[in-house]
């Protein structure tokens, strides 16, 4: 995405539903360059054009994987290799699915005497490799679309475990502090990942606030520390101040 890609959206989550006019207005380009802007980020998924404007897109359906792998991945990049810093030899992890995760993934690639559990194939193929990684992957149903792990079995797997960390990630956190998903058979793997780690960590970029979704995971304050690329927004400072999660910025390059 372009910097102006980033602030029409940004705009969009914050202020809902906006009219094209407006829009041109607030980043000095003509409507027709906005109209151009709107059909690349509507065939990204990332916006919803309405009567009148454009606003957030569905709650009920994700951004494809493929499009979500490729995108902000620099952002994605920082926060994985962030995280692994903070994972210390002969640790034991559970990482849950998600882009973000499997960034965590390649950055832990080089540690030594940790042992992860992951009902993420991707998560796994990327760990396996490593002669200093244990790797024990979940059973259950594999999606296809992104190679995760779900289902009751899954859940049952889980439950066998109790780590030193659990690093999930999330499709949208509210301002209150809500995290949201949209699978809720990934939801409910990712409360078992939550109540079987002793520490959670959660990995997100910036665009996960104000990003609505259908089911509810879960609160900030069952996070322990939050891995994110930009400081969190004014507007949802005071959930994170109440919940006393420790929040760590991967600072660009």
């Known amino acids: 995405m372009t910097p102006r890609h980033r602030r029409l959206l940004d705009h969009i989550r914050a202020h809902g539903d906006t009219s094209v006019e407006e829009l041109a207005k607030l980043l000095g380009v003509t409507t027709q360059t906005i109209r151009r802007d709107i059909r690349e980020l509507e065939d990204a998924r990332l916006l919803a054009r309405y009567h009148g404007g454009v606003g957030i897109p569905s709650t009920v359906e ?4 493929d499009r979500r792998r490729v995108m902000d991945t620099d ?19 559970i990482i849950n699915i ?6 965590v993934a390649k950055a832990l690639q080089q540690h030594k005497g940790i042992r992860v559990v992951t009902n993420n194939l991707n998560v796994a193929s990327l760990l396996s490799g490593s002669g200093e990684v244990e790797v024990i992957v979940a059973g259950g ?5 992104d190679r995760g792990i779900v289902g009751e079995a899954t859940i049952d797997f889980m439950r066998q475990f109790k780590v030193d960390i659990g690093i999930i990630g999330v499709s ?15 939801v409910r793997v990712t409360q078992a990942i939550i109540e079987q780690s002793r520490e959670v960590w959660l990995v997100a970029d910036h665009t ?8 509810r995971l879960g609160n900030i304050a069952q996070i322990d520390k939050f891995i994110t690329d930009l400081p969190v927004p004014p507007e949802a400072l005071a959930a994170f101040d109440a919940a006393g999660v420790e929040v760590l910025v991967a600072p660009a390059e």
């Open 62 to 65: 994700n951004i494809d994987y």
């Open 75 to 93: 952002a994605k990049r920082r926060i994985g290799q962030m995280a692994a810093a903070q994972v210390e030899p002969g640790r034991s992890l």
């Open 98 to 103: 998600g882009t973000t995760t499997e960034e």
């Open 141 to 145: 149903l594999v999606r296809k679309r």
């Open 172 to 186: 949208g956190i509210e301002n209150d502090g809500t995290l949201l998903d949209y699978d809720y058979r990934e």
């Open 208 to 215: 996960k606030f104000g990003r609505h979704a259908l089911v």
